[in-house]
Nanobody, 126 residues
Framework: QVQLVESGGGSVQSGGSLRLSCAASGFTYSSYCMAWFRQAPGKEREGVALIASDGSITYTDSVKGRFTISQDNAKRTLYLQMNSLKPEDTAMYYC????????????????????WGQGTQVTVSS
């Protein structure tokens, strides 16, 4: 049984930093996609960043240069370092994962992910 558990959310002022963590258990695929998504009230879920098992990384444009996705394979943990936070970054942040098939590629489309965490709230005040 796959479980993804996020932590690290909180409330910060504009310009501040937070680091989100996602502890994965039962996720044993050697080829995979892992990603961070966020959803603000009244808005659609948005892909923020992804990392593939081959180390390739993708960011959505609005977070490039401010957010960094990384993973610790030994700890089976995914991270999202968020710097220079803005009020528009306020949202519930979710960790997601899926197996990656041959000739498949990772993307920030939420429909492709079948494992999700419960979310952690990030609030940025101006």
């Amino acid at each position: 049984q796959v479980q993804l558990v996020e932590s690290g959310g909180g409330s910060v002022q504009s310009g501040g930093s937070l680091r989100l963590s996602c502890a994965a258990s039962g996720f044993t695929y050697s080829s995979y996609c892992m990603a961070w998504f966020r959803q603000a009230p009244g808005k659609e879920r948005e892909g923020v960043a992804l990392i593939a098992s081959d180390g390739s990384i993708t960011y959505t444009d609005s977070v490039k240069g401010r957010f960094t996705i990384s993973q610790d394979n030994a700890k089976r943990t995914l991270y999202l370092q968020m710097n220079s936070l803005k009020p528009e970054d306020t949202a519930m942040y979710y960790c997601a994962a899926r197996a990656r098939e041959i000739y498949d590629y990772c993307s920030l489309s939420s429909r492709r992910y079948n494992y999700w965490g419960q979310g952690t709230q990030v609030t940025v005040s101006s």
